[in-house]
């Protein structure tokens, strides 16, 4: 079988697990130290421990899903077309975000105040009064639903990309793949595309470039996440350089790392008062936050690609569970955080006891009320029988 033509069972689940870490990273956001305005959360107990898991895993996560999800973006084109394309992800993500984010909407805005009033009063109860305003929140926003919304866009700009490099003259478009295959065998490229996205997150304090929330579309945001998108969609189209990225996983991981102990002292520098943004140490921050991002998705997609050749049953399952996961999780990450508030037992145990109810909430929902259902046709493509052989609680396949 060719290498086009093969199944990634492995990359899918890595795409899947990026977003069940989102599980992970909202409890976590509860109990961090350091204010943000995208927090409505503040524990009474907050723990240093949660800051710099966040930031570890928010280092590679969305990176790396951006970087697959550009992969099977490409996978899917060469099979079935544009068009047969733009009415799958029509289907598979522009409705299912129609469907599911009033509805999540009205769940969550409501928690959210619970939460105000619980910190404001002390108790539970809802009063818009005592909400303020932020400027880098929308009072109407994509939540974290906000993935889906600029995967829609970036399927919507690939389209136009692609219907005018197809007038591009044959020499062109060698010399294109050219630069990227350089790219890819950590060349200049791939310092090249480092360096770019350095450049995104120097203007922003910490390295960060600011989370598109509105349905106004950020253009800085989509363009620092846009470019892993086209590097998996590229990849797909020079799919033998897979094999390069398998030989050296290993290396791209353990620098990726290096660079984050870097980034994270700097950070907290920065947040000290040490560092300004604009500073030389702020540009080197920025500097090895992009190169985490990139090697971190790089060498986990390579580490996948070299372990996770053939299906797994387990796997499969909780690739599928994932998106009904993600889109359900954050109203139980916000609800036990509100039930655990005033409960005095250490920060990460309530972190824990979140992490371990929410997943366990989600995945009996997922196999009791949407897998079998038409809920999960909408999600998954398919509906799996009730008693299907699958199931979470069995051991997997090798």
Known sequence: ?????????????????????????????????????????????????????????????????????????????????????????????????????????????????????????GEWGLDLSLVKDSPNVPLLSTMHLWFLYYLLIFYLALAVVLSVVRHLGEKTKLKFTSLFEHSVTFNWGLVLVILFTAYLKVPHPFGEVPTGLSFIPSFPFALFYGQFFIFGYLLYVRIELLQVLEKRSWLYLALANMAFLVTLLLIDSEEKGLINVGDTSHIILSLMFASSHWLFAIGLLGVTLKYLKRENRLFRYFTDASYWIYLTHLIFTILFANILYFVEIPSLMKFVIGVCLTFAICTLSYHYLVRSTVVGVLLNGRRYPPKTPCSPLESSGA
Request: no cysteine; charged share 15%; proline share 4%.
């Open 1 to 121: 079988m060719s290498l086009e033509n093969s199944r990634y069972h492995g990359l899918d689940f890595l795409r899947a697990s990026m977003m069940l870490l989102g599980i992970v990273l909202h409890t976590g956001m509860n109990y961090v130290v350091h204010e943000s305005p995208e927090l409505w959360f503040q524990s009474k107990n907050p723990t240093l421990l949660m800051d710099v898991l966040l930031t570890y895993i928010h280092s590679f996560r969305m990176p790396t899903f951006f970087l697959t999800a550009g992969f099977f973006g490409a996978m899917l084109y060469r099979k079935k077309g544009m068009a047969e394309t733009l009415r799958n992800r029509a289907r598979r993500i522009l409705l299912p975000f129609v469907i599911f984010w009033p509805i999540l909407y009205i769940i969550v805005a409501s928690l959210m105040l619970a939460t105000v009033h619980i910190m404001e009063v």
